[in-house]
């Protein structure tokens, strides 16, 4: 070190690092995210590289195949030597004091004593690796989606392909434009679903379930008393310790200014991830761009180790990876690679399919977003994010002057030729495929908007126009996003509190049209026991995902079952040339369902009833039967009930439950759910919650679940949490100093 830095505690473990330079903070950092985290940090770069079964045996071998196949560790090895100087420099003072503070211990973290493993040390490339695991958590690595649109395209009349895949719909949201129109469905002569074998049925859960994404909105200075107000809850799996690791840092900049930031840092890498600079606050939400492309390809009939690409035949390399296992035999791993990427698929006609993802692709990672600690504007600091290497994210930016803005953050593949990036495509044909990034001058953006409100919420942000450059790559239902934005309508004038009112606005706006569509199918159906009893569990209904509601959780239960009992009508047509076909998620497909359970067309009706009222109903006594048959019947089948938390450590279910409950989060009820701001389920929500106006730090908030240490005898293991659990806002700038730990040169 070239000076002295202090690490400050206070009452929740916040820690304040007070350094001269960035480069003496940078290793200190990590020697506290290795003293706090290091567990967690390993599994981050462990599940990027495919090394888990390294730690845990063979039962982590089906995710380490997965992962492996993308060659990440490899790959970012590679990277590292592209990136610039001062970032190299960077990553090593980091993974330097990462050593340090793990080697300062004085014993090895406790997950390594109970597994009687040993950590292995940091590398560089490992802080690549972490930002690798969020690209993981946040992209459909396997591509799943557009693999089953590949079948589905196949075999279903182009006008019902259309109509299921659909982009949007009533329920959009975008920033810019209107809501995209829905295209019309099949007619009888394109498809006839009472035609079908019923036993082609075999109805699964589509509904969106976990959708990695975030909420994050913004109001002008004009609404907000002066500086623009910006909120954000990134919504992931939630675990103990949290994802998130809180800082302020304080430090001089090459410039000699003084740089004040605080936020949440992740560990592993040396960045402030979101926070404010007290001239600027910025927040994330999953972007859900296109950014994962499956590639055709044509093996040489003659020699099948060759594939054609538009320059010709070209050699298809095989690279072997060895899968070490704890406790069993290495396994090997033996993966095609062609200039797009690995061959991880089959199409539906059988042919090869390379993967091409952003994140193989070098230059897709890099350190520039640690320049915003020092931006002054949003217009610097939107620069700053279209340049940096992350997985594609909205970025949501407020300032001190009253300013707003968003834009795409992170690499965006610049895609040429005529294809549709959605299906399977020919990349040999001459100017097809990707061609490197594109250009961060054609990036969208929306600077200072006239409505002085922003909000994205995972939907789809940007016009038609924009659609075309970035692609659809699963944007969530517009539901979350739409109401989010007619809450910011509502008022004129904000305070913090009143973006966390928003946050934790838990109405539920979505299901209530599901809910009066039962309530007029119950009012037209016959007398019978089990309709009174949906009557009554309906006259409950308070518009809320609340956590006595009885009645919220029927209504959900039976909507899933309707659309799922829908879409597996089409799913079924697929099924006569593809047996084992699913359909994979489409949160969009709301808009389908909807508008054939209001319709009515005979020849979209799933064989098997006789007419739409009877699927409804029918669904309807499935639910409730569910329901009903669980201790204490229908009336004691609340959404607190269901939606318990289950916030837990990585090692606690492979322990006794006594124990088990030392390391967890308790189980509290919590209201919220999907489609709506409050986004929660048992193990899945906001990891943070934050509104804050630069400048005024000192009146924002700052909530997390799980805790600060991933020592369950540290005081800091939960520190903070149930203040998350309550709504309770906790401060965005630490407190008084309870610890300091002082850090000197040599």
Same mark, same amino acid.
């Given at each position: 070190?070239?000076?002295?830095? @202090?690490?400050?505690?206070?009452?929740?473990?916040?820690?304040?690092?007070?350094?001269? @330079?960035?480069?003496?903070?940078?290793? $200190?950092?990590?020697?506290?995210?290795? *003293?706090?985290?290091?567990?967690?940090?390993?599994?981050?770069?462990?599940?990027?590289?495919?090394?888990?079964?390294?730690?845990?045996?063979?039962?982590?071998?089906?995710?380490?195949?997965?992962?492996?196949?993308?060659?990440?560790?490899?790959?970012?090895?590679?990277?590292?030597?592209?990136?610039?100087?001062?970032?190299?420099?960077?990553?090593?003072?980091?993974?330097?004091?990462?050593?340090?503070?793990?080697?300062?211990?004085?014993?090895?973290?406790?997950?390594?004593?109970?597994?009687? $493993?040993?950590?292995?040390?940091?590398?560089?490339?490992?802080?690549?690796?972490?930002?690798?695991?969020?690209?993981?958590?946040?992209?459909?690595?396997?591509?799943?989606?557009?693999?089953?649109?590949?079948?589905?395209?196949?075999?279903?009349?182009?006008?019902?392909?259309?109509?299921?895949?659909?982009?949007?719909?009533?329920?959009?949201?975008?920033?810019?434009?209107?809501?995209?129109?829905?295209?019309?469905?099949?007619?009888?002569?394109?498809?006839?679903?009472?035609?079908?074998?019923?036993?082609?049925?075999?109805?699964?859960?589509?509904?969106?379930?976990?959708?990695?994404?975030?909420?994050?909105?913004?109001?002008?200075?004009?609404?907000?008393?002066?500086?623009?107000?910006?909120?954000?809850?990134?919504?992931?799996?939630?675990?103990?310790?949290?994802?998130?690791?809180?800082?302020?840092?304080?430090?001089?900049?090459?410039?000699?200014?003084?740089?004040?930031?605080?936020?949440?840092?992740?560990?592993?890498?040396?960045?402030?991830?979101?926070?404010?600079?007290?001239?600027?606050?910025?927040?994330?939400?999953?972007?859900?761009?296109?950014?994962? +492309?499956?590639?055709?390809?044509?093996?040489?009939?003659?020699?099948?180790?060759?594939?054609?690409?538009?320059?010709?035949?070209?050699?298809?390399?095989?690279?072997?990876?060895?899968?070490?296992?704890?406790?069993?035999?290495?396994?090997?791993?033996?993966?095609?690679?062609?200039?797009?990427?690995?061959?991880?698929?089959?199409?539906?006609?059988?042919?090869?399919?390379?993967?091409?993802?952003?994140?193989?692709?070098?230059?897709?990672?890099?350190?520039?977003?640690?320049?915003?600690?020092?931006?002054?504007?949003?217009?610097?600091?939107?620069?700053? !994010?279209?340049?940096?290497?992350?997985?594609?994210?909205?970025?949501?930016?407020?300032?001190?002057?009253?300013?707003?803005?968003?834009?795409?953050?992170?690499?965006?593949?610049?895609?040429?030729?005529?294809?549709?990036?959605?299906?399977?495509?020919?990349?040999?044909?001459?100017?097809?495929?990707?061609?490197?990034?594109?250009? %961060?001058?054609?990036?969208?953006?929306?600077?200072?908007?006239? @409505?002085?409100?922003?909000?994205?919420?995972? *939907?789809?942000?940007?016009?038609?126009?924009?659609?075309?450059?970035?692609?659809?790559?699963?944007?969530?239902?517009?539901?979350?996003?739409?109401?989010?934005?007619?809450?910011?309508?509502?008022?004129?004038?904000?305070?913090?509190?009143?973006?966390?009112?928003?946050?934790?606005?838990?109405?539920?706006?979505?299901?209530?049209?599901?809910?009066?569509?039962?309530?007029?199918?119950? +009012?037209?159906?016959?007398?019978?026991?089990?309709?009174?009893?949906?009557?009554?569990?309906?006259?409950?209904?308070?518009?809320?995902?609340?956590? +006595?509601?009885? !009645?919220?959780?029927?209504?959900?239960?039976?909507?899933?079952?309707?659309?799922?009992?829908?879409?597996?009508?089409?799913?079924?047509?697929?099924?006569?040339?593809?047996?084992?076909?699913?359909?994979?998620?489409?949160?969009?497909? %709301?808009?389908?369902?909807?508008?054939?359970?209001?319709?009515?067309?005979?020849?979209?009706?799933?064989?098997?009833?006789?007419?739409?009222?009877?699927?409804?109903?029918?669904?309807?006594?499935?639910?409730?039967?569910?329901?009903?048959?669980?201790?204490?019947?229908?009336?004691?089948?609340?959404?607190?009930?269901?939606?318990?938390?289950?916030?837990?450590?990585?090692?606690?279910?492979?322990?006794?439950?006594?124990?088990?409950?030392?390391?967890?989060?308790?189980?509290?009820?919590?209201?919220?759910?999907?489609?709506?701001?409050?986004?929660?389920?048992?193990?899945?929500?906001?990891?943070?919650?934050?509104?804050?106006?630069?400048?005024?730090?000192?009146?924002?908030?700052?909530?997390?679940?799980?805790?600060?240490?991933?020592?369950?005898?540290?005081?800091?293991?939960?520190?903070?949490?149930?203040?998350?659990?309550?709504?309770?806002?906790?401060?965005?700038?630490?407190?008084?100093?309870?610890?300091?730990?002082?850090?000197?040169?040599?």
């Amino acid at each position: 070190m070239s000076h002295p830095v @202090s690490a400050e505690r206070d009452a929740l473990g916040t820690a304040t690092f007070h350094a001269t @330079s960035r480069s003496d903070l940078t290793w $200190t950092l990590g020697y506290v995210h290795a *003293q706090e985290r290091f567990f967690e940090m390993d599994l981050l770069r462990r599940r990027a590289a495919g090394e888990l079964a390294e730690l845990f045996g063979d039962v982590a071998l089906p995710a380490d195949r997965t992962a492996r196949a993308h060659r990440m560790r490899a790959r970012l090895r590679a990277s590292i030597s592209t990136l610039p100087v001062e970032q190299r420099e960077e990553i090593e003072r980091y993974a330097d004091g990462v050593n340090a503070g793990l080697g300062d211990l004085a014993v090895r973290p406790f997950p390594y004593l109970l597994t009687r $493993t040993t950590p292995t040390p940091w590398r560089s490339e490992d802080v690549l690796l972490v930002v690798a695991a969020m690209a993981f958590s946040l992209n459909d690595a396997e591509n799943k989606r557009e693999l089953a649109f590949s079948r589905l395209h196949a075999a279903l009349p182009e006008s019902a392909y259309r109509f299921l895949v659909a982009t949007g719909g009533e329920w959009d949201a975008p920033i810019e434009g209107d809501a995209l129109p829905l295209p019309d469905p099949p007619t009888a002569q394109e498809l006839d679903l009472r035609a079908l074998d019923p036993a082609l049925l075999k109805p699964a859960d589509t509904s969106p379930g976990k959708i990695p994404g975030s909420n994050s909105f913004a109001v002008a200075g004009e609404l907000a008393n002066g500086a623009a107000l910006i909120a954000n809850d990134m919504h992931l799996d939630l675990r103990v310790p949290s994802l998130w690791f809180r800082a302020r840092f304080v430090y001089t900049d090459a410039q000699g200014r003084t740089v004040d930031v605080t936020g949440a840092t992740l560990p592993g890498t040396p960045a402030m991830i979101v926070g404010s600079n007290g001239h600027v606050a910025w927040g994330f939400t999953n972007s859900y761009i296109d950014t994962v +492309d499956w590639v055709r390809v044509e093996r040489d009939p003659s020699d099948p180790k060759r594939y054609r690409s538009a320059t010709g035949w070209e050699p298809l390399p095989e690279v072997v990876e060895t899968l070490h296992v704890r406790g069993g035999a290495d396994e090997t791993l033996r993966i095609e690679e062609t200039r797009w990427g690995p061959i991880l698929g089959e199409d539906a006609d059988g042919t090869p399919l390379s993967l091409a993802w952003t994140a193989q692709v070098p230059g897709a990672f890099n350190l520039d977003l640690q320049r915003l600690e020092g931006a002054r504007d949003i217009s610097e600091a939107l620069a700053i !994010a279209r340049a940096s290497g992350l997985p594609p994210q909205n970025f949501v930016v407020a300032d001190r002057e009253g300013r707003i803005g968003w834009t795409i953050a992170g690499r965006i593949p610049k895609r040429l030729g005529d294809y549709d990036p959605s299906l399977p495509a020919n990349w040999s044909l001459p100017a097809t495929g990707w061609d490197g990034w594109l250009d %961060e001058g054609s990036y969208p953006h929306v600077e200072a908007p006239a @409505s002085k409100r922003l909000w994205t919420a995972n *939907q789809r942000i940007v016009d038609a126009a924009g659609l075309a450059l970035l692609g659809d790559g699963g944007y969530d239902l517009g539901a979350r996003a739409r109401q989010i934005r007619d809450d910011l309508r509502a008022k004129e004038r904000f305070t913090p509190a009143d973006l966390l009112a928003i946050q934790l606005d838990d109405r539920a706006l979505f299901l209530q049209r599901w809910k009066d569509l039962l309530q007029g199918e119950l +009012d037209h159906a016959a007398p019978s026991p089990e309709n009174e009893t949906l009557r009554a569990a309906l006259a409950g209904w308070d518009g809320h995902a609340s956590i +006595d509601s009885v !009645a919220y959780r029927l209504v959900r239960a039976w909507r899933n079952e309707v659309v799922d009992r829908t879409l597996d009508g089409f799913a079924a047509a697929v099924r006569r040339r593809f047996p084992d076909f699913a359909l994979p998620k489409m949160p969009q497909a %709301e808009h389908a369902v909807w508008r054939l359970v209001t319709e009515r067309p005979a020849h979209l009706l799933p064989p098997a009833h006789p007419d739409w009222s009877d699927l409804l109903l029918s669904c309807a006594h499935i639910a409730a039967g569910k329901l009903d048959a669980q201790p204490g019947g229908l009336a004691a089948r609340t959404w607190g009930e269901r939606n318990t938390a289950r916030i837990a450590h990585p090692l606690s279910r492979a322990l006794p439950g006594f124990l088990a409950r030392r390391l967890d989060m308790p189980a509290d009820p919590l209201p919220g759910d999907s489609n709506m701001p409050r986004v929660q389920a048992p193990d899945f929500g906001a990891s943070e919650r934050f509104a804050v106006a630069p400048g005024d730090e000192a009146n924002g908030y700052f909530m997390m679940p799980g805790g600060q240490s991933g020592h369950p005898l540290s005081p800091y293991y939960g520190s903070g949490h149930a203040d998350w659990v309550r709504g309770t806002p906790t401060p965005f700038l630490p407190g008084p100093a309870r610890h300091v730990l002082n850090f000197m040169p040599r």
